[in-house]
T-cell receptor, first 114, second 111 residues
């Protein structure tokens, strides 16, 4: 069974631009969560989608948005990029529907903002 | 929302010794407590988890203990080996709420 796939793996943008990251969960997983990972800050929760609905949202500004499609694939978008948005963005899917089960992480999309 | 804190941020141990990482959580309603291991350049992976109806769980050299009264849980690694060197993240959640992670602990096993 294929794991969680994230694209692109690496990207470089400049301040003010926008970016869209994609995540394909493990087949059959309907819950998809997004995390931002930066050195010293750990894994900061962005949002979680379940059955195309945003079920939970973290404390990030409105420039960060996401969505989930009917096939459970998810995208996140960051508009008006800032230098501080440089990070590894991790997507995770879960078979569990209650957020009390194992998360399977992708390898991440590493965003560099210049 | 749930807030999880981990201590210490970095832990160095001699190979063969034990390592203990402690986490505290804020939401008394949290009932699921997983630990994830992230090796350098790799994705986080679940190594062990515990639910609030259990006080301790073991899996070979690793164990997790939970103290609901004090709202803390700990990861214990015995007979540490070089491959245990990694960043360990604790997390907590309750039904349908987000899984909140701590900031991570860097464990360095010295051969």
């Amino acid at each position: 069974k294929a794991g969680v796939t994230q694209t692109p793996r690496y990207l470089i943008k400049t301040r003010g631009q926008q970016v869209t990251l994609s995540c394909s969960p493990i087949s059959g997983h309907r819950s998809v969560s997004w995390y931002q990972q930066t050195p010293g800050q750990g894994l900061q929760f962005l949002f979680e989608y379940f059955s195309e609905t945003q079920r939970n949202k973290g404390n990030f500004p409105g420039r960060f948005s996401g969505r989930q499609f009917s096939n459970s694939r998810s995208e996140m978008n960051v508009s008006t990029l800032e230098l501080g948005d440089s990070a590894l963005y991790l997507c995770a899917s879960s078979l569990d529907t209650t957020n009390t089960g194992e998360l399977f992480f992708g390898e991440g999309s590493r965003l560099t903002v210049l | 929302g749930e807030n999880v804190e981990q201590h210490p941020s970095t832990l160095s141990v001699q190979e063969g010794d034990s390592a203990v990482i402690k986490c505290t959580y804020s939401d008394s309603a949290s009932n699921y407590f997983p630990w994830y291991k992230q090796e350098l350049g790799k994705r986080p992976q679940l190594i062990i988890d515990i639910r609030s109806n259990v006080g301790e769980k073991k899996d070979q050299r690793i164990a997790v203990t939970l103290n609901k009264t004090a709202k803390h849980f700990s990861l214990h690694i015995t007979e540490t080996q070089p491959e245990d060197s990694a960043v360990y993240f604790c997390a907590a959640s309750r039904r349908n709420n987000r899984l909140a992670f701590g900031k991570g602990n860097q464990v360095v096993v010295i051969p």
